[in-house]
Nanobody, 125 residues
Framework: QVQLVESGGGLVQAGGSLRLSCAAS????????MGWFRQAPGKEREFVAAISWGGGSRHYADSVKGRFTISRDNAKNTVYLQMNSVKPEDTAVYYCAARASVAIPTSSEYDYDYWGQGTQVTVSA
């Protein structure tokens, strides 16, 4: 079992930066792939980034590639999403997710078994 708690959301101006954190509890954190997803008002939840348990494999949505960076610190049971050069279209609730006992990251939300409560990111123009 893995519990996830996101933090770091808030209001930021376009072009600025923000770092989201996801603190995990549970013995298997270091052996699972983690992902970030987001959901804007009136839209479906979409993939943002994912990382393997060792951090060697990372995937990004085309819309954030080159601007966002996913990383993890297994010693701290935490995964991060560094958001740079943010745009108004990045405004959404951002969710952290974990796969159960699987180290390979994917972009499908259906592959993830545990979810945080979400943190709001608002980018002003």
């Amino acid at each position: 079992q893995v519990q996830l708690v996101e933090s770091g959301g808030g209001l930021v101006q376009a072009g600025g930066s923000l770092r989201l954190s996801c603190a995990a509890s549970g013995r298997t954190f270091s052996r699972v792939a983690m992902g970030w997803f987001r959901q804007a008002p009136g839209k479906e939840r979409e993939f943002v980034a994912a990382i393997s348990w060792g951090g060697g494999s990372r995937h990004y949505a085309d819309s954030v590639k080159g601007r966002f960076t996913i990383s993890r610190d297994n010693a701290k049971n935490t995964v991060y999403l560094q958001m740079n050069s943010v745009k108004p279209e990045d405004t959404a609730v951002y969710y952290c997710a974990a796969r159960a006992s699987v180290a390979i990251p994917t972009s499908s939300e259906y592959d993830y078994d545990y979810w945080g409560q979400g943190t709001q990111v608002t980018v002003s123009a």
